[in-house]
């Protein structure tokens, strides 16, 4: 059964850092691509940052180019999202995603249970 687990979310203060998990579990992950959306109240589910997961290339959303980081763990099946300087417009629930067609998809082939990221002013 495919899992994928989050963790590192949490409560900071505007201007702080926070790094996400988001171990995989279950198959092969070796030709997926990896990544995160997030889903703020009121707010339809958008995509954050993606990963290639054999050639490494990533993908951002506008509002987090320069603040976020995606990278990945090949050994653990493992993405990470690196956030920094954050806002309180990033708070949302973080969902990680794996899919094996392409870095930014429209229905990835599987979610995470999503994790909370609270930024407060």
């Known amino acids: 059964q495919v899992q994928l687990v989050e963790s590192g979310g949490g409560l900071v203060q505007a201007g702080g850092s926070l790094r996400l998990s988001c171990a995989a579990s279950?198959?092969?992950?070796?030709?997926?691509?990896m990544g995160w959306f997030r889903q703020a109240p009121g707010k339809e589910r958008e995509f954050v940052a993606g990963?290639?997961?054999?050639?490494?290339?990533?993908l951002y959303a506008e509002s987090v180019q320069d603040r976020f980081t995606i990278s990945r763990a090949n050994a653990k099946s493992t993405v990470y999202l690196q956030m920094n300087w954050l806002k309180p417009e990033d708070t949302a629930v973080y969902y990680c995603?794996?899919?094996?067609?392409?870095?930014?998809?429209?229905?990835?082939?599987?979610w995470g249970q999503g994790t909370q990221v609270t930024v407060s002013s």
């Open positions: 279950g198959r092969t992950f070796s030709s997926y691509s």
């Open positions: 995603y794996a899919d094996r067609a392409v870095i930014r998809p429209t229905a990835p082939d599987y």
């Open positions: 990963i290639n997961w054999t050639r490494g290339r990533t």
